[in-house]
């Protein structure tokens, strides 16, 4: 069977060299571009007749990003392609998994039954499940979550002294346990409640019997930081060592990494799932596997 096509959509480039690599694919080429009146224009330059094409396109930022992957999809698919699956190491749209408020909508399910009509699969890394236990909760295509607990450990015990893991709140109790199986290191989860897009208290233990350690964040997402910023500042009043932020999705609204430096960061890790500078932790070998895995025609 002739490799798969790997697709990159604007800004996706790093990674997509990477994985294009990873999987042995070959690397399509498409034009992307906007009409003078803001509405998109989606060419293949490389045929997808009879071919399997992956999209690749991180979800952060997802209203620009959506329409533009959806044309993608939908023009793959009238073009003949044999399947089409979408790799978004972040998924949007996960937080918002049921009316907090009345007449709120609840984007994750609508989210989730646009992109299932456009596509056959889906790759995606630590989506933010929480009150959906699982993908195919939402998802009605084939959705694969997978879990980067191993390379975050590993990316702690390389470069982190005697490690004190701290999630943030409950939520984060499923990575950050996770991940401290995996390091050996302890952890304590914190109790977050959240006021506003921005305003967030936590209350943080006596950590009196971990001094000595260094103090290691852990948590799927850093959006606006205010989690991990409201964190630092409780762990600034407790002489630790100098902190340690690492998130799987550095997603950086606004100054949030500014605002975390500020508050006492010393070293601020991420994956690589949204390009940014705090990118340490590759995923390209864990997606590749992810997508060997759900697209049909691989090898099982
Ligand atoms: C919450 O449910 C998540 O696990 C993160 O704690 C949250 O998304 C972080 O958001 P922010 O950086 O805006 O505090």
Same mark, same amino acid.
């Given at each position: 069977?002739?490799?798969?096509?790997?697709?990159?959509?604007?800004?996706?480039?790093?990674?997509?060299?990477?994985?294009?690599?990873?999987?042995?694919?070959?690397?399509?080429?498409?034009?992307?571009?906007?009409?003078?009146?803001?509405?998109?224009?989606?060419?293949?330059?490389?045929?997808?007749?009879?071919?399997?094409?992956?999209?690749?396109?991180?979800?952060?930022?997802?209203?620009?990003?959506?329409?533009?992957?959806?044309?993608?999809?939908?023009?793959?698919?009238?073009?003949?392609?044999?399947?089409?699956?979408?790799?978004?190491?972040?998924?949007?749209?996960?937080?918002?998994?049921?009316?907090?408020?009345?007449?709120?909508?609840?984007?994750?399910?609508?989210?989730?039954?646009?992109?299932?009509?456009?596509?056959?699969?889906?790759?995606?890394?630590?989506?933010?499940?929480?009150?959906?236990?699982?993908?195919?909760?939402?998802?009605?295509?084939?959705?694969?979550?997978?879990?980067?607990?191993?390379?975050?450990?590993?990316?702690?015990?390389?470069?982190?002294?005697?490690?004190?893991?701290?999630?943030?709140?409950?939520?984060?109790?499923?990575?950050?346990?996770?991940?401290?199986?995996?390091?050996?290191?302890?952890?304590?989860?914190?109790?977050?409640?959240?006021?506003?897009?921005?305003?967030?208290?936590? *209350?943080?233990?006596? %950590?009196?019997?971990?001094?000595?350690?260094? !103090? &290691?964040? @852990?948590?799927?997402?850093?959006?606006? =930081? #205010?989690?991990?910023?409201? *964190?630092?500042?409780? %762990?600034?009043?407790?002489?630790?060592?100098? !902190? &340690?932020? @690492?998130?799987?999705?550095?997603?950086? =609204? #606004?100054?949030?990494?500014?605002?975390?430096?500020?508050?006492?960061?010393?070293?601020?890790?991420?994956?690589?799932? @949204?390009?940014?500078?705090?990118?340490?932790?590759?995923?390209?070998?864990?997606?590749?596997?992810?997508?060997?895995?759900?697209?049909?025609?691989?090898?099982?």
């Amino acid at each position: 069977m002739s490799p798969s096509l790997l697709f990159s959509l604007p800004g996706n480039g790093a990674l997509a060299s990477l994985l294009t690599r990873e999987l042995g694919a070959v690397a399509g080429e498409l034009e992307i571009r906007r009409f003078p009146d803001g509405e998109t224009y989606v060419r293949y330059r490389t045929s997808v007749a009879d071919r399997r094409v992956i999209l690749l396109c991180t979800l952060d930022q997802p209203d620009a990003k959506f329409l533009p992957l959806m044309f993608c999809a939908t023009a793959a698919r009238d073009l003949g392609a044999r399947s089409v699956g979408i790799v978004a190491p972040y998924l949007a749209y996960m937080r918002q998994d049921r009316r907090f408020h009345p007449g709120e909508a609840v984007t994750s399910s609508s989210f989730a039954t646009l992109v299932s009509h456009c596509v056959d699969w889906l790759v995606t890394v630590d989506p933010h499940l929480h009150r959906i236990r699982s993908l195919s909760d939402v998802y009605s295509v084939p959705a694969v979550a997978l879990q980067s607990a191993p390379l975050l450990a590993e990316w702690i015990i390389r470069n982190v002294e005697r490690p004190l893991l701290i999630g943030p709140d409950m939520e984060s109790e499923q990575w950050v346990a996770s991940v401290a199986e995996r390091s050996g290191a302890p952890f304590v989860t914190l109790g977050k409640v959240r006021h506003g897009d921005h305003a967030v208290d936590v *209350t943080v233990p006596d %950590l009196q019997r971990w001094s000595g350690h260094t !103090p &290691v964040l @852990v948590d799927d997402i850093i959006s606006t =930081a #205010g989690t991990m910023v409201t *964190t630092l500042r409780h %762990l600034s009043q407790l002489n630790q060592r100098p !902190p &340690v932020c @690492v998130a799987v999705h550095g997603l950086f =609204a #606004g100054s949030a990494y500014d605002d975390l430096r500020r508050a006492g960061a010393a070293m601020i890790a991420t994956t690589n799932s @949204v390009p940014h500078s705090t990118n340490a932790i590759d995923l390209s070998r864990l997606i590749a596997d992810g997508v060997t895995a759900v697209m049909p025609g691989e090898p099982h």
